[in-house]
């Protein structure tokens, strides 16, 4: 059983910067177990969509609309990512959902991300 808890969602003004975060836990046998983790994201009446993805490695791949503006980062003593989100617009309102594929992929519940003055 693998868990994965997000934090870092909000309430942000367009313009601002927000930093979410999420930990994998549970039954991760080996260290290296976690592979790679991201963010995809969905906003109302659309389809979820990548935002970012890291491999253990470090290799990063993100959307094209938000490269410059967001960058993904992880811990893998942690087993956690991280999305730095800057310059946030309106359009970036959405419920942000972590991945780690720990064997298979896993998900989290998804935190709220609100861009709105």
């Known amino acids: 059983q693998v868990q994965l808890v997000e934090s870092g969602g909000g309430l942000v003004e367009p313009g601002g910067s927000l930093t979410l975060s999420c930990t994998a836990s549970g039954t991760i046998f080996a260290i290296n177990s976690v592979g790679s983790m991201g963010w995809f994201r969905q906003a109302p009446g659309k389809q979820r969509e990548l935002v970012a993805a890291?491999?253990?490695?470090?290799?990063?791949n993100y959307a094209d609309s938000l490269k410059g503006r967001f960058t993904i980062s992880r811990d893998n003593a942690k087993n956690t990512v991280y999305l730095q989100m800057d310059s946030l617009k309106p359009e970036d309102t959405a419920v942000y959902y972590c991945y780690a594929v720990v064997g298979r992929d896993h998900w989290g519940q998804g935190t709220q991300v609100t861009v709105s003055s």
């Open positions: 890291i491999t253990r490695g470090g290799i990063t």
